[in-house]
């Protein structure tokens, strides 16, 4: 197949290309590289594999319409990745997310291509008042404007494909975590302690607790259900089954660091900021019984991603 990947030179975006390739396809990869990193890619260009990379923003239709000729399906999951950046520039993820996927819908009509798989998240749910939150749960009400726009972009997917004989698949994130992490509360710990060996400053109280997916399961998650799923639109939860709180995650991003005496302050509160949902997990049984398997649960993801962070950035060198 050739593949189209929106956000293909990002933290999750190019662990998928790498499992696209892996298998076989070939692949565009379609990036502004706002926050997407060329050297993520840097093996396969090096290695002659069918990659291509365009460096072009999703708002600018008519080069996203000029790229889609000839792509048979498209994995969206270019999106604004700071969830707390839409409190202060509030049309953020309206123009990064919601008009960027009808964007890519519109290119996908214009040009012939059928079959769009999109990243979105368990915001969706907002603060659920069932966890596990199975998919069919509602109604939803997300608390965050990313949250809002992945809920909006879905919302344009399903009407795409009613109206325009289209296949959707939509993947509800639990948080993903991993190698190349560019953001979130892993990555965040990790360079407060490079920055601080002695001390660990924690938004809200620490009693926060989420599912977790590590990167490698999300990908290989995603293209296991494109392959394995034909409904006109599939949608499916994207996590480990069970949740990790903050507490704990700091507890093990302080082990893993090997620093001394290092002191835990938390600043207190029920949430990180505002429009964080402080508890989320995801039922993951419709997921499981496509024979699906992770390889990791949500503490184990935290502390491989904890290991691989701290030996990208050399924290080590601070012991």
Not at 12 to 20: A, K, Q
Not at 62 to 83: C, Q, R, S, Y
Not at 242 to 270: F, H, K, Q, W
Request: hydrophobic share 40%; proline share 3%.
């Amino acid at each position: 197949m050739r593949v189209l990947v929106t956000g293909g030179a990002g933290f999750v975006g190019s662990h998928l290309v790498d499992i696209l390739v892996e298998n076989g396809n070939s692949v565009v990869v379609y990036d502004n590289l706002s926050s997407g990193k060329p050297h993520f890619l840097q093996h396969h260009l090096d290695s002659g594999n069918a990659v291509e990379i365009v460096k072009a923003d999703l708002l600018d239709l008519d080069t996203l319409k000029e790229n889609m000729v000839g792509i048979d399906i498209v994995f969206h999951l270019a999106a604004n990745p700071d969830i707390r950046l839409g409190t202060e520039v509030t049309d953020t993820d309206l123009k990064q997310g919601t008009i960027t996927t009808y964007n890519v819908l519109e290119a996908m009509r214009v040009s012939g291509t059928k079959k769009i798989a999109f990243a979105s998240s368990s915001v969706v749910y907002g603060e659920a008042s069932v966890m596990p939150t199975p998919e069919d749960y509602g109604p939803l009400f997300p608390i965050s404007l990313y949250g809002a726009s992945k809920l909006a972009s879905e919302g344009l997917i399903s009407a795409w494909v009613g109206t325009f004989d289209m296949q959707a698949w939509i993947f509800r994130f639990a948080n993903v975590v991993g190698n190349r992490g560019t953001h979130g509360v892993i990555f965040d710990f990790v360079h407060k302690l490079k920055n601080d060996p002695t001390r660990l400053e924690v938004l809200g109280d620490g009693n926060q607790a989420k599912s977790y997916i590590e990167v490698r399961d999300c990908v290989r998650s995603m293209y296991h259900l494109v392959s394995t799923t034909d409904d006109a639109l599939n949608y499916y939860n994207l996590g480990s089954g069970d949740v990790c709180s903050v507490r704990r995650i700091a507890e093990i991003v302080v082990e893993e660091s090997g620093l001394p005496a290092v002191s835990i302050e938390y600043t207190g509160g029920s949430r990180g900021w505002a429009g964080d949902v402080p508890k989320a997990s995801l039922a993951v049984e419709r997921l499981n019984a496509t024979g699906f398997e992770s390889a990791y649960d949500s503490e184990g993801a935290i502390r491989h991603t904890a290991k691989a962070l701290i030996e990208e950035i050399g924290l080590h060198d601070e012991r």
